[in-house]
């Protein structure tokens, strides 16, 4: 059964840090491009970073400078590096899979998983 299971959200103050992991079991990690989306309460779903299976990334202008993704083929894991946080980056974030799809953001139809999300609160 695959699975995707983030961790790592939480309550930080502006200018803080948090790292997200996304931990996947069940598939062929190496062979999928993951996806970081973040959802907001009334935004529409954005997408927040891409890395391919070469480890290349793309990110939303919105937080370009400020989070890194990584991953960790050896242990399936990929990581979202959040720093600078600020309180527009309040959001549940949500880690994806594709085995096709390696660009940024997409449609629900492009993905083949999705992790059950988890919450990021920026307070000022």
């Known amino acids: 059964q695959v699975r995707l299971v983030e961790s790592g959200g939480g309550s930080v103050q502006a200018g803080g840090s948090l790292r997200l992991s996304c931990a996947a079991a069940?598939?062929?990690?190496?062979?999928?491009?993951m996806h970081w989306f973040r959802q907001a309460p009334g935004k529409e779903r954005e997408g927040v970073a891409v890395i391919r299976n070469d480890g290349s990334t793309r990110y939303a202008n919105s937080v370009k400078g400020r989070f890194t993704s990584s991953r960790d083929s050896d242990k399936s894991i990929v990581d979202l590096q959040m720093n600078t946080l600020k309180p527009e980056d309040t959001a549940i974030y949500y880690c994806?899979?594709?085995?096709?799809?390696?660009?940024?953001?997409?449609?629900?139809?492009?993905?083949?998983?999705w992790g059950q999300g988890t919450q990021v609160t920026v307070s000022s």
């Open positions: 994806a899979a594709a085995y096709f799809h390696c660009s940024l953001g997409g449609s629900t139809a492009d993905f083949d998983y």
């Open positions: 069940g598939l062929n990690f190496r062979r999928y491009c």
